[in-house]
């Protein structure tokens, strides 16, 4: 969120990490900005479904899809996809910011944080959603998800 943040100050006069300071920023540098500041909030509701049980069901707004699963992999792959780009990112980011004494930039942009973690969450995901096939030998059904499995613990 730090980042979308950072991003969306730039059609503002006051933008916050914008390369060259205020005065370079032209029209495609702020448009830039606010696509991917709202990319970013994507991103961050996006993961947000990785980790909760909305995630699993199509929600009810969908016309066509309301109440059924979402793919595991429709979900895996993407997320899997944007983590090994942020963690591949991630470095060279480092290095930008403490050659450039922008170490704030890091902080704000956690790319080192947000790639490795976003892998997790698309593992944790990727097992919540397969275990149910592991354990019973069948697929799971947009009722059985959510709902523990007979005699497990809550």
Known sequence: MPYAVI????????????????????DGVRASGILLGLAALGGAVLTLGLISRRGDVFPARRPGLRGRLVPVLAAVVPAALVATVLCASSISMIMMSTRDGAGWLVAAIP???????????????????????RRTGTEPTSRSIGRPAPGARR
Do not use: E, F
Not at 7 to 26: H, M, V, Y
């Open 111 to 133: 790319a080192p944080l947000w790639g490795p973690t976003l892998g997790l969450a698309t593992y944790a995901y990727y097992r919540r959603r397969t275990d149910h096939r």
């Open 7 to 26: 991003r969306l100050t730039w059609p503002t006069p006051w933008p916050q990490g914008a390369p060259g300071g205020p005065d370079s920023i032209g």
